[in-house]
């Protein structure tokens, strides 16, 4: 019977939860869709690697405090005849030299542009060697033979439209190389994203390596023995200095390095569904509340007839059920198709995942199913023991629900005390000397304040809603009063529905105030303590001593001050020690920069010193002319006197340790000094610094790796990385607000359905067709632009508090973004008019008479 009664009164209702459905289905959606995509992805580049993986890799030890190639270096290498240990050995089928680098530069000479990855996949370059393991397939041409020959990957190759006999340069740190396309190779299962270029051997050691060795030795057996008892002879045959990976732990390192940007995104979608979730829960609280409403009268009669509470409970939580199981269902179809589009967005950037054969596993419909029902149920339960707390004669009577004058009462005083706790969470977060711990009040404080906003939300909009709305009866006239009114005729449904928009602002606002506080701050700093003119980044793994030299021969420069950066462990005079990375430069780089003195000279650090920053100096008793160990690592030490203490509050040089390039020289072999991090050149007296800019560029354009800018150019390159984060946010936002939208809709749409002998009333006295759409119009602007100040306001409490609790990591200026707060606000108002139309449109249509005569 309960069934049967639910039953009837979803399908009765059934265009009413269409837009709940939707909710529903845009949340699970993007939950089975970033799992399946994940699960897809990671089954695809497990397959790789373990058809790939050799059954051992014998490398260089790693050595922390070594600088290796990822830190500009050469690459570490095994000599020769390790080849030959390795194979003679018991259990070796077969033994290869392989080299591969990061650090080359694939340019196609035509363009005289980088070609490759632009989506964070590396750029390797080797020797061409045939394995029992391929990954790639030669499928045009053939395999490089001699020093003019170069294979490059089918992807790369199209991509920069190149083919057979077409020019290809390779760069490298030590110099750069001209080759004549000789073949293609294709992948034989999925492009990791990757350009791969080979070279014959001869070639990749002189030219990527610039001697005779091996970057790894790549070792498969002959069964006889596992993978760990070859591991075990060829570190005992090879002696200290070696490591050796089998199978397994290659393929887990793999996994962890692509697990690393997969997670990235696995976890950026899964913010996109709680999001969704969350506001998807106010539009469906609203939903059942309104249907609740509505469905008063048959509540009554049910209750009348024998029904008992938790009967009527049940069955909204019954309706709630279905709409849960149907939303979760078609999500999860529709999940499917999600992980298909970023499958294709992932081919867009160069990784070839096969669609065709999706990872669905069970965890995938079990995670669907659960969050689907779960926020559908708890949604639904407020509203369900709302019903079932009705009287059967006040239901008769269509007094609706009772309490509540005491319920609002209860939640103003929850609501005030949740928001008061919150802010005090702000306060101090703000308050706090440790941005750790001003981190959890800040999320204690975001979180209480959110949720005391949303309680307290009705209270506000009966307030809010008055002043907003007070215009409009002076504007509109009596379309502009009943509009006022509508809004603040049940404040809980309009702080509900007000609550799904606000929270998309509140995010969008809070991240603006933090993105545009560090672009100020970032750019404040380089004003108050870049003095150079211009500055020199690469793409790549370092800027060699070719680019320097170029550099170096550009006519109008007064210096050229090269940066480079080494691992070190630091010991002070207390014994303490500390792994840090040192930044050696040029002596001119105390001219370059505006370094913060608190004590000593800027210049003592680059000629035979070293500098440490106050916090630092004072933790450990340090002062100008003690002496500090460094050691290298490989038993490369040196004692330096510290030649300056520089000042806290500049992040460019708080935690910075500096010396000079030749006070390093003296303990590190040239050979083993890593390339240059960054390079700074200073513009001569007197001359144009446009015109040096540009013969500038024109010395370094052999070098498309490396990029030339002023001082605003760079500042332009800082805010491109940070807009990037806030372009996430965005994502956010315009999900929320799509959601919000809808929530929206299906306020005015059952309110309009609430409503019907009303509108017969007004339109039989008088009230317009053109005045009824403008007076639903009206009721979502109001409604809409309620959510977005609380939201605007909200996000600014959290975005201030935000830069608060950074400002000792660089975030010293606080900007507020007015014009995006205002577009924010007008848009708003756009989307509460948008999102009106329908509702408006099927008001003004009703039969007048017909509309009176509705029960």
């Known amino acids: 019977m309960l069934l049967k009664t639910s039953l009837r009164s979803f399908l009765a209702h059934k265009g009413r939860m269409v837009l709940s459905l939707i909710a529903v289905v845009l949340s699970v959606a993007f939950v089975s869709g970033t799992l399946v995509f994940s699960n897809t992805a990671t089954s695809t580049f497990d397959k790789l690697f373990a058809s790939t993986a050799s059954d051992l890799s014998v490398g260089t030890a790693k050595d922390d405090l070594a600088p290796g190639e990822m830190d500009g270096g050469k690459p570490r290498t095994v000599p020769v005849d390790t080849v030959q240990k390795i194979a003679a050995l018991p259990g070796v089928k077969t033994a290869l030299g392989q080299v591969f680098v990061e650090s080359a530069t694939l340019v196609d000479p035509a363009t005289n542009k980088a070609i490759g990855p632009t989506s964070g996949a ?34 790369t190759a199209k991509k920069a439209g190149l083919k057979l006999g077409s020019p290809l340069r390779v760069i490298t740190l030590g110099g750069s190389y001209d080759f004549t396309l000789s073949g293609i190779v294709t992948f034989r299962t999925t492009n990791p994203g990757a350009a791969l270029a080979f070279l014959d051997t001869p070639t990749a050691q002189k030219d990527l390596l610039g001697s005779a060795a091996f970057t790894t030795v790549e070792v498969f057996g ?96 019954v309706e709630a059920l279905i709409l849960g199981v149907l939303g979760s269902t078609i999500g999860l179809g529709a999940g499917l198709g999600l992980a298909m589009l970023l499958i294709q967005l992932m081919k867009a950037v160069g990784m070839n995942l096969d669609a065709s054969s999706l990872d669905v596993t069970w965890t995938v419909p079990a995670a669907s199913y659960a969050v689907g029902i779960l926020i559908t149920v708890l949604a639904a339960w407020i509203p369900a023991r709302r019903a079932g707390r009705i009287s059967p004669m006040a239901a008769l009577r269509d007094h609706g629900t009772p309490a509540e004058a005491s319920a ?132 790549g793994n370092g800027i060699g001593p070719a680019v320097v030299d170029a550099a170096r021969s550009t006519p109008g420069l007064a210096h050229v001050t090269e940066q480079k950066s080494l691992p070190a462990v630091l010991t002070t005079p207390d014994g303490a020690t500390t792994k840090t990375d040192l930044v050696a430069a040029s002596p001119t780089f105390a001219v370059d920069f505006h370094m913060p003195v608190a004590s000593g000279s800027a210049e ?119 807009n990037q984060l806030l372009y996430m946010v965005y994502g956010l936002l315009g999900l929320a607000i799509t959601v919000a939208v809808l929530g929206v809709v299906n306020t005015l749409a059952l309110s309009v359905v609430e409503r019907t002998r009303e509108i ?32 605007t306001g909200l996000g600014l409490a959290w975005g201030v508090t935000s830069r608060d609790v950074l400002i000792d990591q660089g975030l010293d200026t606080l900007t507020i973004p007015t014009g995006t707060i205002a577009a924010i606000l007008v848009a708003s108002a756009v989307v509460g008019l948008l999102a009106a139309l329908l509702p408006a449109f099927r008001a003004a249509r009703m039969n007048i008479l017909a509309a009176i005569a509705t029960d």
Do not use: C
């Open 408 to 539: 609002n009462r209860i939640r103003v005083v929850v609501g005030l005390a949740v928001t008061g706790l919150g802010t005090a969470g702000l306060v101090l977060a703000a308050a706090a000397d440790k941005a750790a711990d001003g981190g959890l009040w800040l999320g204690l404080g975001v979180l209480l304040t959110l949720v005391g906003f949303v309680i307290v939300g009705p209270l506000l909009a009966t307030v809010v809603i008055r002043v907003l709305g007070a215009v409009l009866p002076a504007v509109f006239g009596p379309a502009g009063t009943l509009a006022q009114r509508n809004a603040m005729r049940n404040p809980r449904r309009t702080g509900a529905t007000a609550a799904a928009l606000m929270i998309g602002l509140a995010l969008v606002t809070g991240a603006s105030v933090v993105t545009s506080s560090m672009v100020s701050s970032v750019n404040g700093q380089i004003d108050k303590s870049v003095g150079v003119d211009f500055i020199l980044t690469s793409q």
């Open 604 to 722: 003592a650090a680059f000629t035979g010193g070293m500098s440490v920053d106050q916090k630092f100096a004072t933790e450990h008793g340090l002062k100008v002319g003690d002496q500090v160990k460094v050691d290298y690592g490989r038993g490369r030490t040196q004692s330096l006197p510290l030649g300056v203490i520089t000042s806290t509050g500049n992040q460019m040089f708080d935690g910075t340790f500096f010396t000079g390039i030749d006070t390093v020289a003296a303990a590190v072999q040239a050979a083993d000094l890593p390339a240059d991090v960054a390079v700074f050149a200073e513009a001569a007296p007197g001359a144009d610094p446009a015109r040096t800019l540009t013969a500038l560029q024109k010395a370094v354009e052999a070098y498309p790796q490396v990029s030339v800018r002023d001082q605003a150019g760079y500042k332009d390159l800082v805010q491109t990385q940070v």
């Open 122 to 155: 590396p750029t390797l370059t080797g020797n061409w060697v045939d394995t029992p393991r391929n990954s790639v397939d030669i499928t045009s041409g053939g395999a490089p033979q001699g020093s003019g020959q170069i294979m490059l990957d089918a992807d």
């Open 760 to 791: 017969g009333l007004l339109r039989a006295i008088g009230l317009s067709r053109r005045q009824l759409r403008r007076m639903v119009r009206l009721e979502s602007v109001v409604i809409a632009v309620f959510g977005a100040l609380l939201g």
């Open 222 to 317: 002959d069964g006889s023995r596992t993978d760990d008892q070859l591991k075990q002879q060829a570190l005992a045959a090879l002696g200290t200095g070696f490591e050796a990976k089998t199978a397994a732990e290659q393929k887990a390192e793999n996994a962890q390095d692509v697990g690393s940007f997969l997670n990235f995104m696995k976890y950026a979608m899964l913010g996109f569904a709680g999001i969704s979730l969350l506001v998807g829960g106010f539009l469906i609280i609203n939903t059942f509340s309104m249907l609740v409403a509505q469905r008063t009268r048959e509540i009554g009669l049910l209750r009348a007839l024998g029904g008992s509470r938790k009967q009527v409970n049940r069955s909204v939580l």
